[in-house]
C-alpha cells in the first residue's frame, strides 16, 4: 500500500502523523511511504532522515493527497485537507467529530474511510490510541495552569505548591480517566492540595489507594462540583465520553462563585469542552477571561512538545496502522477494536455516539463493510 503523511498545517501543530521510526517499520512490511517536505521539522527529524528511513520525500501536501491509498496524520483535516479527500482512501488521525459538523459533512462528502484514533478500543476497554495524548495533555494542563495563575497572565498570583508558612493551591480536577490521573500526579509532585472528582466509585477507589491519602477524593455531583469548584484556584477539566459531545458540568452560573482570577483548563474541549464558557484556543492566544476567570482551551495541547507527544503518538498508533496498511478494509472488519474506530465509510457515519451528537442516522461498522 501507498502510505502518505502530509505535514500538520493545524495552528502551532508541531507533531507528524509518522517518526522516521514509524516509517522504517512501514517499509519493512513492503509498503511504499510518501513524506511530504519538513513534515517532520517540528521534532527535529529532516529530510535526509525519513530518506534514510525508506521514505520518499514530496514536495507537496497535494501530491500525497492524490497519490496515497492511505493518509497518516495527527489532528481533524482542516477544510484545504478534507476536500481532496477521496472514496476508496483511508484516513487514520484524530477526528473528534462529535463537536465539529462541518469537518463531518467534508468527511461525509469526500467518500473516505475514517479511522479516529480517539474510538479505537483495546480488550480491556480503553482507548490506548487517545491514552498517550491523555496522558501528556493531563501533565501539560497542570504547566499551563500554573502559567496562567501567575499575576502577569491574568491569573490570581499563587504559587501551585506555596512556600513553607503558606498554604498551597487548591486544585479541582473534574474527571479521575487518564488525564485526570496525570494531571492529579503532576499537581501533587509540585505540592497542590488536589481533589480528584468523578463518578465511578471503583474508580475513585483506585486513585485513592494509589495515591495514599496524597489527594482527596469526591464523588461527583452538581453539589460537589460546586464546591469544588469555588474552592479552587486552578480547575482541570478531564471529562471524556468516548465519541461523544463532553457534557458541560462547569456553568457560566457557577463563575459566578469561583475566586476571582482562578484558572480553568479544559483539556475536553476537543470533545466541545466541560465547561459551558469554553470554547477552542490556540498556543498562538491560549487563554480567555469570562467573569474575571481565566481560561485555557487549547484544542492541541500535546502539540506544544512535539518531541515527546509525537513518539508517544506514535508508539501507539503503528500496531494498528501497520494492520490497515497490510490489509486494509479486512483489517477493519476482522477488528472489532479497529471497528470501533470507524467513523465514516463511503458517505456515512458509523459511530453512533457521534452520529447522536450531531443529530444524524448511523450505520452499524459491520454493515456499512459488508461484515457478516
Excluded at 74 to 93: C, D, F, M, S
Excluded at 341 to 347: Q, S
Aim: hydrophobic share 45%.
Amino acid at each position: 500500500m501507498r502510505v502518505g503523511c502530509p505535514k500538520e498545517i493545524k495552528n502551532h501543530e508541531y507533531r507528524v502523523g509518522l517518526t522516521p521510526a514509524a516509517v522504517r517499520e512501514y517499509v519493512a512490511h513492503g509498503h511504499e511511504v510518501l513524506i511530504e517536505t519538513k513534515a517532520g521539522a517540528g521534532i527535529g527529524a529532516d529530510d535526509d532522515t525519513y530518506r534514510a528511513a525508506g521514505a520518499r520525500v514530496v514536495a507537496t501536501a497535494k501530491e500525497i493527497f492524490e497519490k496515497a491509498d492511505m493518509l497518516v496524520k495527527v489532528k481533524e483535516p482542516q477544510p484545504q485537507e478534507w476536500v481532496q479527500l477521496r472514496e476508496g482512501q483511508i484516513l487514520y488521525t484524530y477526528l473528534h467529530l462529535a463537536p465539529d459538523p462541518e469537518q463531518t459533512k467534508g468527511l461525509l462528502g469526500s467518500g473516505v474511510t475514517a479511522v479516529a484514533y480517539e474510538t479505537v478500543t483495546d480488550e480491556r476497554g480503553g482507548l490506548p490510541l487517545l491514552a498517550p495524548m491523555s496522558e501528556v495533555a493531563g501533565r501539560l494542563a497542570i504547566q499551563a495552569g500554573a502559567t496562567a495563575l501567575q499575576k502577569a497572565n491574568g491569573g490570581r498570583g499563587i504559587l501551585l505548591g506555596g512556600v513553607p508558612g503558606v498554604l498551597p493551591a487548591k486544585v479541582a480536577v473534574i474527571g479521575g480517566g487518564v488525564v485526570g490521573l496525570h494531571a492529579a500526579k503532576m499537581a501533587v509532585g509540585l505540592g497542590a492540595d488536589v481533589t480528584i472528582i468523578d463518578r465511578s466509585l471503583p474508580r475513585l477507589r483506585q486513585l485513592d489507594d494509589l495515591f495514599n491519602g496524597r489527594v482527596h477524593t469526591r464523588y461527583s455531583t452538581i453539589d460537589a462540583v460546586e464546591e469544588e469548584v469555588f474552592a479552587a484556584d486552578l480547575v482541570i477539566g478531564a471529562v471524556l465520553i468516548p465519541g461523544a459531545a463532553a457534557p458541560k458540568l462547569v456553568t457560566r452560573e457557577m463563575l459566578s462563585g469561583m475566586k476571582q482570577g482562578a484558572v480553568m483548563v479544559d483539556v475536553a474541549i476537543d470533545q466541545g469542552g466541560c465547561f459551558e464558557t469554553s470554547h477552542a484556543t490556540t498556543h498562538s492566544e491560549p487563554t480567555y477571561e469570562v467573569d474575571g476567570i481565566v481560561h485555557y482551551c487549547v484544542a492541541n495541547m500535546p502539540g506544544a512538545v512535539p518531541v515527546t507527544s509525537a513518539q508517544a503518538l506514535n508508539n501507539a498508533t503503528l500496531h494498528y496502522g501497520l494492520a490497515l496498511a497490510d490489509r486494509g478494509l479486512r483489517a477493519i472488519a476482522e477488528d472489532k477494536h479497529l471497528r470501533n474506530g470507524l467513523n465514516v465509510h463511503k458517505g456515512r457515519l458509523t459511530n453512533h455516539a457521534v452520529a447522536e451528537a450531531l443529530g444524524h442516522d448511523a450505520v452499524a461498522p459491520e454493515s456499512a463493510l459488508n461484515v457478516a
